[in-house]
Nanobody, 115 residues
Framework: VQLVESGGGLVQPGGSLRLSCAAS????????MRWYRQAPGKERELVASIDSAGGNTNYADSVKGRFTISRDNTKNTVYLQMNSLKPEDTAVYYCNARPWATNYWGQGTQVTVSS
């Protein structure tokens, strides 16, 4: 299993970023996908999840209305569109999949929101 995140960077408050996670090594279309984040000194937290078909999504209260998770099953890729970014969104963002009841993680992509 390989999960490769991209799209992070430095953005000003109020700005937008789109993260991507390219997945391989398992049947992507059969599994929910998740985005987590971990800020310095804090525990990793679930940000958003999407079911296998892309019809059901869930979000942490802190990002509802600002972030959108989506997936393209033809490209084995999951996305996280982040709008109206705040300094408290600064973290390393990780893609997660759980095929065979085992957690797999990408290497993470840094998102920094600062003026």
């Amino acid at each position: 299993v390989q999960l490769v995140e991209s799209g992070g960077g430095l953005v000003q408050p109020g700005g937008s970023l789109r993260l991507s996670c390219a997945a391989s090594g398992f049947t992507f279309t059969s599994y929910h996908m998740r985005w987590y984040r971990q800020a310095p000194g804090k525990e990793r937290e679930l940000v958003a999840s999407i079911d296998s078909a892309g019809g059901n999504t869930n979000y942490a209260d802190s990002v509802k209305g600002r972030f959108t998770i989506s997936r393209d099953n033809t490209k084995n890729t999951v996305y996280l569109q982040m709008n109206s970014l705040k300094p408290e969104d600064t973290a390393v963002y990780y893609c997660n999949a759980r095929p065979w009841a085992t957690n797999y993680w990408g290497q993470g992509t840094q998102v920094t929101v600062s003026s």
